[in-house]
């Protein structure tokens, strides 16, 4: 898998390493207010990330790292199927609001493009304003469809 450079971050493939200190970077249980669940363990993530990184061939999982302070701050993943993509973001809690969500999602779904991928796909609950406005700025729209609750947003390639 490829490292993919933005001018503030570089997203990294995900390796079951990166499971201690994404544990901290995503232990706020504020983060699953929209997405459900709670704050996994490291010892969770390391199983996680364990079938993650052994999963198919279209499962691609980045993990977020900050230059300024070259701190994992989160993770951004695209499921890839045949010729369409879904992408999804999280960025810990200490680091939202700084546009980093967004510079991640830009750099995701500019790689995606150089994929001979049609369709990118992200699926947002009505009430998450600010993933909205992620994927408006990775140019992702929001369709008239629903999927187990979320608005599906989408951009053509």
């Not at 390493?17 to 901290?24: G, I, K, L, Q, S």
């Not at 249980?29 to 993650?52: C, D, K, Q, V």
């Not at 499962?59 to 890839?80: F, K």
């Amino acid at each position: 898998m490829d490292i993919i450079e933005a001018p503030r971050l570089v997203l990294l493939p995900l390796r079951v390493e990166h499971a201690d200190e994404m544990a901290v970077a995503l232990s706020d249980p504020a983060l699953h207010t929209f997405i459900g669940g709670t704050p996994m363990t490291a010892y969770e993530l390391r199983a996680r990330y364990e079938r993650l990184v052994a999963g198919p061939p279209g499962w691609r999982n980045w993990v977020i790292r900050l230059r300024e302070d070259d701190s994992l701050v989160g993770y951004v993943q695209a499921t890839i199927d045949e010729r369409s993509a879904e992408v999804a973001w999280v960025v810990g809690t200490p680091w939202q609001g700084r546009g980093l969500a967004g510079e991640a999602a830009k750099a995701l779904v500019g790689w995606i493009a150089d994929q001979e991928i049609d369709t990118i796909v992200a699926h947002i609950h009505p009430d998450h304003t600010a993933s909205a406005a992620v994927a408006a700025s990775a140019g992702l729209h929001p369709t008239d469809q629903w999927q187990s609750g979320e608005v599906r947003w989408e951009a053509r390639v």
